[in-house]
């Protein structure tokens, strides 16, 4: 079910008209706000129990008024909840070794804060940043980390484990993603 089915009174927020437009023919009762996040929150926003920000974060050039304005959206206690393109592997291309044996994915530069075009998504600029530097983002805008998730990088499609191919078996190891929860101290 959606949020807004179970009770909650939903504000999204996106900074693409044409996405807005999509989501709204749903008809799911939610409140739709054309905003461009990397200006922070829009105006009006306080009082929350929780925000969510999905795979949306490392598109930002700079974050820190966001999260002081998340930080005051939120009521005390407030939960922060945001997915990203797992730092540490996002970028690193697998590496087959047969000489070796081994399959494995070669981390290089990880520490650097770099940017990068992606011709995905009606392309963008994505902002790499060490985990470590969200982790002391949210403590020096007033968050607590309460849980971090490395879900495994399943198959596209809903085969059984037992069908994966060898390579998709060990895909399936390597996170392409991460979430973390935070609440406001």
Do not use: C
């Not at 087959?96 to 075009?117: C, I, M, P, S």
Request: net charge negative.
């Amino acid at each position: 079910k959606n949020l807004n089915e179970q009770g909650a009174i939903v504000t999204a927020i996106d900074g693409s008209r044409s996405l807005i437009d999509i989501a709204r023919a749903g008809g799911d009762g939610v409140r739709w706000l054309l905003h461009d996040l990397s200006t922070g929150l829009p105006d009006g926003l306080s009082d929350a129990d929780a925000a969510i920000a999905h795979m949306v974060l490392m598109d930002l050039p700079d974050l820190d008024l966001l999260l002081a304005n998340l930080h005051a959206a939120l009521r005390p206690g407030g939960t922060f909840v945001f997915t990203l393109l797992h730092p540490s592997f996002f970028r690193q291309s697998p590496i087959d070794d047969g000489l070796a044996g081994e399959r494995y994915r070669k981390v290089t530069g990880y520490l650097a804060h770099e940017r990068w075009w992606i011709d995905s998504y009606g392309g963008h600029w994505h902002y790499h940043r060490p985990l470590q530097w969200y982790v002391q983002a949210l403590v020096r805008h007033g968050f607590v980390i309460t849980a971090l998730s490395e879900p495994p990088s399943l198959p596209h499609d809903p085969r059984p484990e037992a069908e994966w191919t060898e390579y998709e078996r060990w895909f399936a190891q390597i996170p392409t993603m991460i979430a973390l929860s935070a609440r406001r101290a």
